[in-house]
């Protein structure tokens, strides 16, 4: 898979040769975070409404309430809704005893909690970016309850 972002992020911590995308989930899941925290786009935006995204509940509450201007750039939309999926599952991960990020077969990222439920936290952004609901705050309340 090749991953533009991924990639960036492999040279940036000195990995060189290929190492399958599941591994890297299992052997280094701090990685896996901080690479699925950088939320480039989510993070100007809530920048430029005076939301501080400081990775807990206050600041996915905090986006809830922002107005969707994104909505008006179909181009942006997905990309936001992405981010907003990726930022929801970094404050899970960081914040919810014994959740941790898994990878499909495919290559897509879920959280999984120590449940062993597993939330599709990129779909649930998408819904977020598009529509408004589930509210991300939403989604992190029921997955902090297992």
């Known amino acids: 898979m090749n991953i533009a972002f991924w990639e960036n992020w492999r040279r940036r911590q000195g990995e060189t040769g290929a190492r399958p995308l599941a591994a890297v989930f299992t052997e280094d899941p701090e990685g896996i975070t901080e690479l699925f925290s950088e939320c480039e786009l989510l993070r100007a935006r809530a920048q430029e409404s005076g939301v501080e995204l400081d990775d807990t509940q206050g600041s996915l509450e905090a986006l809830d309430q922002l107005p969707p201007r994104w909505r008006d750039d179909p ?3 997905p990309w936001l809704g992405n981010d907003a999926g990726l930022y929801l599952g970094t404050v899970i991960v960081r914040t919810v005893a014994g959740s941790a990020w898994h990878v499909w077969p495919g290559g897509h990222p879920v959280v999984r909690l120590a449940s062993g439920r597993e939330i599709d936290v990129v779909e649930a952004g998408q819904e977020w970016a598009g529509s408004g609901a ?6 992190y309340a029921e997955a902090s309850e297992g």
Do not use: T
């Open 75 to 77: 181009e942006e939309l």
């Open 134 to 139: 589930p509210e991300l705050s939403q989604v």
